[in-house]
Antibody
Framework: EVQLLESGGGLVQPGGSLRLSCAASGFSLSNYAMNWVRQAPGKGLEWVSGISVSGDNTYYTNSVKGRFTISRDSSKNTLYLQMNSLRAEDTAVYYC???????????????WGQGTLVTVSS | QSVLTQPPSVSGAPGQRVTISCTGSSSNIGAGYDVHWYQRLPGTAPKLLIYGDSNRPSGVADRFSGSKSGTSASLAISGLQAEDEADYYCQSYDSRLSGSVFGGGTKLTVL
């Protein structure tokens, strides 16, 4: 059974940093395009970042480029999101999502974690 | 403001058929990129409902169907049941933003 378990969320001050983790089980995350999707309070879903199957390519939504970094550790079967220079508007529940699709432009998410809450506030 | 536009809410009585629209533009749905749909039950993570415009993953009831035309897509739910009450989101790819985009979500209420 595919399982994704996020951790690392919490309260952080504006300008601070956090690293989110997503431990995968039931599959090898290096065989799939893995992603982070977030949902701010009262808002809809927003794709944040993704990493290709090969791991050679990483993608980001414009608002986090230069601040967030996605990575994975195949030996630990874990996905990460390093978040720096955090802003109040980054406050959200962050979900790890397993990607499918024949190409990056056809990407969809067939398994999701339960999410971890990130609150950016002073 | 979401790139893909969905109605904030729809409703229907048990047994009825409802549709949820997802309107995009020439840089996403209109460019031919696939549309996918997710169901979000209260307190749970999103669940894939439809992928590649009209394909159902195994385990998803055939009461759920998807379609696409021009710059819009639709999710239809027939034989509405109480357990269908949830938030529904569409998703596609946007070439101008170079990434996945979601609709703002539609809350389905079963009367």
């Amino acid at each position: 059974e595919v399982q994704l378990l996020e951790s690392g969320g919490g309260l952080v001050q504006p300008g601070g940093s956090l690293r989110l983790s997503c431990a995968a089980s039931g599959f090898s995350l290096s065989n799939y395009a893995m992603n982070w999707v977030r949902q701010a309070p009262g808002k809809g879903l927003e794709w944040v970042s993704g990493i290709s199957v090969s791991g050679d390519n990483t993608y980001y939504t414009n608002s986090v480029k230069g601040r967030f970094t996605i990575s994975r550790d195949s030996s630990k079967n874990t996905l990460y999101l390093q978040m720096n220079s955090l802003r109040a508007e980054d406050t959200a529940v962050y979900y790890c999502a397993k990607g499918r699709g024949s190409r990056w432009t056809a990407l969809y998410f067939d398994s999701w974690g339960q999410g971890t809450l990130v609150t950016v506030s002073s | 403001q979401s790139v893909l536009t969905q109605p904030p809410s729809v409703s229907g009585a048990p047994g009825q058929r409802v549709t949820i629209s997802c309107t995009g533009s020439s840089s996403n749905i209109g460019a031919g990129y696939d549309v996918h749909w997710y169901q979000r039950l209260p307190g749970t993570a999103p669940k894939l409902l439809i992928y590649g415009d009209s394909n159902r993953p195994s385990g998803v009831a055939d009461r759920f169907s998807g379609s696409k035309s021009g710059t819009s897509a639709s999710l239809a739910i027939s034989g509405l049941q109480a357990e269908d009450e949830a938030d529904y989101y569409c998703q596609s790819y946007d070439s101008r933003l170079s990434g996945s985009v979601f609709g703002g979500g539609t809350k389905l209420t079963v009367l």
